[in-house]
């Protein structure tokens, strides 16, 4: 048996590799675009990393790449939508590593030398990659050197260069993670905290003060006598232009028609699985019954009570708590039809932990029967006679954990094979002496035959919805004024959504719809779309209201935003000044409070360095921190607010230690590590236009 198979087995669908910033995973080829692009100018690029070009046919190479390791490690050659678009952001942040990533640690002076390359797999210190690996971890799920071993000594005699090819892939990222783990380790280790800063932070922390206050809310109602100027909205925004550095987006209105089966088509399906049900009933052979008449075929999984009821909810009751239960009658589920039979009942375990002896033959395996009857050793025996060398040297015979959709095809019985009773079973890889020698607990299981008929949407539903839509984007033509119009008069349900990006495949909730995005993008401010057909369930008709690209917004863009800001701060200004009017002369915090209709709040823990103060105004608080003691102060405009206070005392204590500075400070730093993700993004200046090809 080729060391792969085990590796499928124990991985099942689909391996991910940690490495540093991102999850590098595998990426199936779409096929869908050939080679009409291979000549074209840079227009077809699929993006830009630190300047330099990924062009579409090196984007393409990396994903034959990832496809060949996906379809070797799991055996499987499709996957869905969403999978594919996940594995696409992982192969693009590949090209993130090995463009900018990496190139930017070793301008840092890290390197990595051929001794700790070597003891990243054979040495003391084991990449996190290799042991986070399913395939090489033991029956207790601890990393396993031995088959490790096994896997690297198998590698010379795979004459497919398949076992090569995956563990040049593994090497690849152990390098990638290690370069990543030595950067985080310099940027941690070059934190440190001076003198001066350490008494600082202690000081604020350890200074608390008690104060009585009074806010004033600035609210936010008009005031015809503030004004903002043009030159303010621009001074403002030169001092602030890096908060308005925006991403390309767009904001849209649209109509979605969702084509749902009609009345009559509920009819039509009822109709057409009432007149299979009676054989149905009495079918002998149903896994032919069912491939002609159902739309779910037979299954050989055999349901717990609590996978039948998060499957098939209604039929928990029937299957595991009805006496004699063979047929539950047709029901309705969601746009499906169900009946239900139970076919086979056993009693089996979720997993058994699995050893075998693979030989040529039946005599073969006959003989070393006999053998184990007498007393033989199984691994020593498996070591010696196995033709499996994935388990014949490292492991003596151990397949591992099986379970029923991580099953060797023809071992299906060791669910329900007694442990430590030896048995031949056949597979595709010749005879197999099988032991079992652990199995989960055996609970009551059962094989369900499913009559299901799918609720489909007829071609006179389909051309109603149609018509509706294509009568929507032929009165716009193409017009925004025009589409605007009709909605309102019509009382369609018009969805706004804002701020979409290029690479959005959900636009609200529609899911898998960059055919909408694709439009989005190729179309003007003000334009309509034609009717947008996705999946034959969807008819989109899309307004497009606004356009912002990759850059800082503009003023004009910005200046409402800036304009609310300024006036905000104008009106805390104008009433700071017109409450000291009010209030010149009043010398007590209660009568201040009297005179302007309200109430004296008290606290007694505001701290300037203080996480738990961060919820009062910073205003406030740094007034506070600064303010003599016994003495009305204010009043000050702040953010939210102004304010009028009294620091009634000060305490200095010594809670807050030399320690816990060094703790914050190690916060603030693994929150910056956090974040290095998101920075080398941004100093690599992505420009991403995969979603125009995939």
């Known amino acids: ?222 005031d015809s006598t503030i004004t903002v100027s043009n030159s303010e909205i621009e001074e403002y925004y030169k001092v602030h232009k890096s908060l308005y550095k925006q991403k390309a987006s767009r904001d849209v209105d649209f109509v979605c028609y969702e084509v749902v089966p009609s009345e009559e088509d509920f009819k039509e399906a009822k109709a057409d699985i009432d007149k299979v049900y009676p054989d149905f009933v009495k079918a002998t052979n149903l896994k032919t019954f069912l491939s002609r008449n159902s739309a779910t075929p037979l299954s050989d999984y055999y349901f717990s009570e609590d996978d039948v009821l998060s499957v098939y909810p209604k039929l928990d009751t029937f299957a595991f708590h009805t006496k004699n239960a063979t047929v539950f009658p047709i029901y309705r589920k969601g746009e499906q039809y169900i009946a239900a039979r139970i076919n086979d009942t056993k009693v089996m375990s979720d997993s058994a932990f699995v050893k075998h002896i693979l030989v040529k033959d039946a005599s073969k395996a006959d003989s070393l029967l006999n053998v184990l009857k007498h007393g033989g050793d199984f691994s020593e025996l498996a070591k010696k006679y196995s033709l499996d060398q994935n388990t014949k040297v490292a492991s003596r015979g151990d397949i591992g954990w099986m379970t029923q959709t991580q099953m060797i095809p023809g071992m299906q019985d060791v669910l329900t094979a007694k442990v430590g009773k030896d048995q031949i079973m056949n597979t595709q890889y010749g005879t197999h002496i099988v032991r079992v020698t652990k199995r989960t607990p055996a609970v009551k299981k059962v094989q369900l035959a499913i009559l299901s008929k799918e609720v489909i949407a007829s071609k006179k539903t389909f051309q109603n919805y149609y018509s509706q839509a294509n009568d929507l984007a032929s009165k716009s033509d193409g017009k925004i004024e025009n589409f605007n119009k009709i909605v309102k008069e019509d009382k369609l349900p018009v969805v706004p959504a804002s701020n979409v990006a290029e690479s959005a495949r959900k636009i609200s909730k529609y899911e898998d719809v960059p055919e909408v995005t694709r439009w989005i993008y190729g179309a003007k401010k003000g334009e309509v779309s034609p009717i947008i057909t996705i999946n034959n369930k969807y008819f989109f008709v899309v307004a497009l209201k606004e356009v912002r690209e990759d850059r800082y917004a503009p003023v004009n863009q910005v200046a409402s935003n800036i304009q609310m800001i300024l006036a905000q701060k104008k009106r805390a200004e104008k009433l700071a000044e017109t409450t000291a009017e009010k209030i010149k002369g009043l010398t007590s915090m209660k009568e201040i409070a009297e005179k302007l209709n309200t109430t004296v709040s008290s606290r007694d823990d505001i701290s300037f360095g203080s996480i738990t103060s961060r919820s009062f105004d910073p205003v406030l608080v740094g007034s506070i921190a600064g303010a003599p003691e016994n003495e009305i102060c204010g009043p000050i405009a702040g953010n939210v607010g102004v304010y009028i206070f009294k620091v009634k005392s000060r305490n200095v204590g010594n809670f807050f230690s030399e320690d816990d500075a060094k703790t914050r400070e190690d916060q603030m730093m693994n929150y910056q590590i956090n974040a290095l993700n998101s920075i080398f993004q941004e100093e690599a200046n992505l420009i991403d236009h995969r979603a125009k090809f995939f």
């Open 1 to 222: 048996m080729a060391v792969l198979e085990t590796i499928r087995v124990k991985l099942g669908a689909l391996i991910t590799v940690l490495i540093a910033v991102a999850l590098l995973a595998f990426i199936i080829d779409p096929n869908t675009l050939g080679s009409v692009f291979n000549s074209l100018s840079s227009k077809y690029d699929v993006g830009e990393i630190d300047g330099t070009s990924v062009t579409y046919n090196e984007f393409k190479e990396k994903v034959d790449y990832y496809s060949n390791i996906y379809t070797l490690t799991s055996g499987n050659q499709s996957m869905d939508e969403k999978t594919q678009q996940a594995l696409n952001e992982s192969a693009w942040q590949d090209f993130q590593q090995e463009m900018f990533i990496v190139p930017t640690i070793k301008k840092a002076g890290i390197r990595i030398g051929t001794e700790e390359l070597l003891d990243m797999s054979q040495g003391k210190e084991i990449s996190r990659v290799l042991l986070q690996q399913p395939s090489f971890l033991d029956e207790n799920g601890q990393f396993s050197r031995a088959k490790l071993l096994q896997f690297m000594q198998a590698i010379p005699s795979d004459q497919t260069g398949n076992l090569s090819t995956y563990w040049a892939f593994l090497e690849k990222n152990m390098t990638r993670e290690k370069y990543y783990s030595k950067y985080v380790s310099l940027l941690t280790k070059s934190n440190v905290i001076n003198k001066i800063e350490m008494k600082n932070s202690i000081a604020d922390n350890n200074t608390t003060s008690s104060a009585d206050f009074i806010v004033l809310p600035i609210g936010f109602g008009l």
